[in-house]
């Protein structure tokens, strides 16, 4: 039974369907999490970025805090292969047959490209934050005394956005083969793309010109990847619809 087929109840249930198998893989990678997350903090705490910093507790709660934000966190990368899938059973109804194969194979290219994301920021732009940052206390004659929970709520804030933000080319790629945009409308709204673009990245860096540029120019990057990526998959979404018009005739 394709989507158009389905009533309004049956995409509901269907919708149900996927939620729960979701929640149900998320309480495992939670249990999973659970193991991982304080090894992986204590990874975190003596890595460069930190090594002339001492983490300290403002509050009781604040390892509690920081441990529970790291479960969370894990358990959503350690599941988000299972989130596409399901999104993409959820949708893949509605696509051809050529269309299903090829956006199946979405999923570990866009899980790479999360991690390549997340890995580029926490190893290259947040030392060099930091550094910044220090650097700026430093010339102020502050002293800085750094809250553990203050310290991974950044961290997370910097690598979280960049992997998210690096499956930009994957999630253009996927609406052009459903139909939803086109290469030609990204090139043209190129402009207001970019705006929207240093925005975003004056909101994940601190307010100097190198880190800015150190996140812009990728960004920027990315979108006309993206936009290479959506012409490629713009030709073979029309060349799939022009043969299974041959085929219907």
Do not use: C
């Not at 460069?48 to 001492?54: G, V």
């Not at 939803?180 to 010109?209: G, S, W």
């Amino acid at each position: 039974m394709s989507q158009n087929d389905m009533t309004l109840i049956e995409h509901i249930e269907e919708l149900r369907k996927r939620l729960i198998i979701i929640v149900v893989f998320f309480v495992l990678a939670v249990i999973i999490s659970f193991f991982l997350a304080q090894p992986l903090i204590k990874l975190i705490q003596h890595a460069d970025a930190a090594q002339e910093l001492t983490m300290n507790a403002f509050r009781v709660t604040d390892p509690f805090k920081v441990w529970m934000n790291m479960i969370f966190i894990l358990a959503l990368i350690l599941i988000s292969p299972v989130i596409l899938y399901q999104l993409w059973s959820f949708v893949s109804p509605g696509l051809l047959e050529k269309e299903r194969k090829a956006t199946l194979g979405y999923i570990p290219i866009s899980v790479v490209l999360f991690l390549t994301g997340v890995a580029f920021s926490y190893f290259i732009l947040f030392p060099f934050v930091i550094k910044f940052m220090l650097g700026l206390s430093g010339n102020m004659d502050i002293k800085a005394t750094i809250g553990i929970n203050e310290y991974f709520q950044f961290l997370f804030q910097i690598t979280l956005p960049f992997g998210l933000l690096f499956q930009l080319p994957v999630v253009m790629l996927f609406l052009t083969r459903l139909g939803i945009v086109t290469p030609m409308f990204m090139a043209e709204i190129r402009k207001y793309a970019y705006f929207v673009l240093l925005v975003i990245a004056a909101f994940i860096t601190p307010p100097d010109i190198v880190s800015h540029l150190m996140v812009t120019v990728p960004l920027l990057i990315l979108y006309e990847i993206s936009i290479w990526i959506s012409r490629i998959g713009y030709k073979k979404a029309q060349a799939a619809e022009t043969e299974q018009v041959k085929m219907n005739n």
